[in-house]
């Protein structure tokens, strides 16, 4: 009795080192990637530690890669077994992730589509197929119009909220040389950075039309509509009262950086530099609205998704990580630390983050926001930069340019959409 | 086995040993990847999926591209214009830097300097020069003379000749030397035998120095024009924002290529212009070579 008494306490002793060990060896540690960005990987820092705590049998490894050789690192390391287990992509290249399989659709019971569609910002669907989410994004961005406040000031202007206002506010702003030269403008122009969204999803529906049809595959603003706000962006820049010059101090926001500029239309993600600017008293607003209170916002946004390296107990693991990125807490910190807006009207909405006097203007554009999808974003921009450049250097009217830019376009959006096809 | 071989043999065991290291670097670092680049610009690929076959697909639609042949044209010009007036410049500089004792060294040093110089940073700065008022020196100097500004990277005719400019200035130190080394190997005798005979200093330049630095001009311009067909960091840093603009009028074929496989993700169509810019070099090269060589 004794002698099986002793017996019994070894076997239950060695079971409960065993548990003991197991339950050591079984911490999961799951990757994930995103391209470096110091206030993102600051935040992501901080959502991995609160997770980690959360869950003390995960541990998550972050890597980042410059921008530039995000995507090349992303697709030779998931199809060889190596990589992330949860990453981050552009919300533009989803259908590219999904037609090369390098990621999996979420799961429906813990991210059921008619949840999410109630919770997120409606642009978000777009990352819906079916009954399922491919990805999910931590935070969006959107536009509105900084203000230099000294310059407002000294002019004797207020922060405009329609179009009339804002030209009547860049016009008391902009300055000249005794040769007619521009020294200040009143605010800054160039489809090279954040204007051809402005123009594309803002300009064109506030004139009444609509840029695109059938879900952004066809080409839609070679219309009375867009030629209206061609003529409007035209004229910011255009004759002798213009209210700018494109190419004035070499990119818009160095002008409005460096006090030069009044107004600046510019995402959420330039908040940051904007603070960290010596100097530099400034103000944000919404995008104008029209004389007839018309309004109308771009957003885009990074998602996160779970790769198809993602198997067993890894990818229990990178569930509860995607679920915790897409929680409220992560979204206020987020907002906190980079700058960018909350996904979900529920922490985005709130009455302090909504009137927040720099993040308000851009959580209520959200509303009015809309989403290109673009085949490819830079060679599109590139066409709105062209349009332009055939108007003020060769002289071109803006119809034959429209016309040519729309062309254009169609055949990236055919080719995209063709290939994708086959 | 080895102590059977003839000493012949031997030495080509003894070859091929120490060329098996760059051999082996050589194949399976440039001559793979080229091969590679040759299959590619028959398929379709974004760089995420399949690739799939579409046999001359990519060369049919880069002939039929209006800025595949602004762009072949351009490149042409950076060559055409690039190195025939770096090639004078430098020639011009190195036959009186030759002659000149009083600080010889640091005069050298002051033309060389921009080639160690990284050509980003450079482009940068030549890129700010030449800004509009208020922030660029040039049209900041022009206004302050009361002429009009200047549209140096602003105007579809000007920006290429701008671009090109620092490009050429950046290159002068390298072939000044080059040029230098070819004058000090011309042997003394020939130029006291023509000051003997009382020849003019233009019979010299054109009778003894050119023909014999033909070997210098040939490296120089093959050199030279190799780097300027290939010419990308210059263009690229001087026009981020509307790489090759305005409207394309400075975008060379090497800018092409990178926009096409890194920002529109299309492998194939970048492979098939850079097989393009493969065969151009090659024909250029070889017809300079050809005809330099030979008299």
Known sequence: MAFLNFKAMAVATATSAAALFGSSAQAVEIEYWQYFFDARVEAMETLIENFQDANPDITVKMTHFPYADYRTKVAAAIPAGEGPDVVQLFYGWLNDYVAADLIQPLPADVFPASKIDEDFFPMVQAMKDGDAYWALPTAVRSLALFYNERLLEEAGVKPPTTHEEMIAAAKAMTKRDGAGNLTQVGMTAGMTAQDHHWWREGLIRQFGGDPYLDDYQTVNYNSEAGLEALNFYASLFTGDDAVTSIGFMDEPQAAFKAGRAGMHIDGSFRIGSLNNTRGLKWGVTELPATADGVRSNYSSYWVNAITTKAEGEKYDAAVKFMEYVTSDEAMQIWLDVVGELPAKPSVGMTEENANDDVFGPFIRGLEYANTTKFANESGQRQLMVEMVERMTLQGMSAEESLAIAAEAEQAILDEYYNAASN | ?295
């Open chain 2, 1 to 295: 086995m080895y102590r059977n071989l003839t000493i012949r043999q031997k030495q080509i065991v003894w070859a091929w040993a120490f060329l098996a290291l760059p051999v082996l670097f050589y194949s399976v670092i440039r001559f793979y990847p080229t091969g590679n680049a040759f299959f590619i610009s028959f398929q379709d690929w974004n760089l995420l999926g399949d690739r799939t076959w579409t046999g001359f697909d990519n060369y049919q639609k880069l002939f039929a591209d209006p800025v595949f042949w602004k762009v072949f044209k351009n490149t042409f010009v950076y060559l055409l214009l690039g190195t025939p007036i770096s090639l004078v410049i430098s020639f011009v500089i190195a036959y009186h830097l030759d002659k000149t004792r009083f600080m010889h060294g640091f005069l050298r040093m002051l033309y060389f300097l921009p080639f160690m110089t990284s050509a980003v940073a450079m482009a940068w700065v030549w890129r700010w020069f030449y800004q509009p008022v208020p922030v660029g020196l040039f049209n900041n100097a022009l206004a302050g003379m009361g002429i009009p500004q200047f549209p140096f990277l602003q105007s579809t005719k000007w920006a290429l000749p701008s671009v090109l400019a620092p490009a050429v200035w950046a290159g002068l130190g390298f072939q000044v030397i080059i040029f230098m080394a070819g004058l000090r190997a011309i042997p003394r005798s020939y130029y006291e035998a023509a000051r003997i005979d009382g020849v003019s200093s233009w019979t010299v330049l054109w009778e003894i120095t050119l023909p014999l630095l033909k070997p210098t001009i040939v490296f120089i311009v093959v050199f030279s024009s190799i780097g300027f067909l290939r010419i990308f960091d210059h263009v690229f840093n001087m026009t981020t924002n509307n790489p090759g603009g305005p409207l394309n009028s400075t975008k060379p074929l090497v800018l092409m290529i990178y926009e096409t496989a890194f920002s529109s993700f299309d492998m194939g169509y970048a492979a098939a212009q850079t097989v393009v810019l493969f065969l151009v070099l090659l024909v250029v090269s070889l017809i300079q070579l050809r005809i330099l060589r030979d008299t």
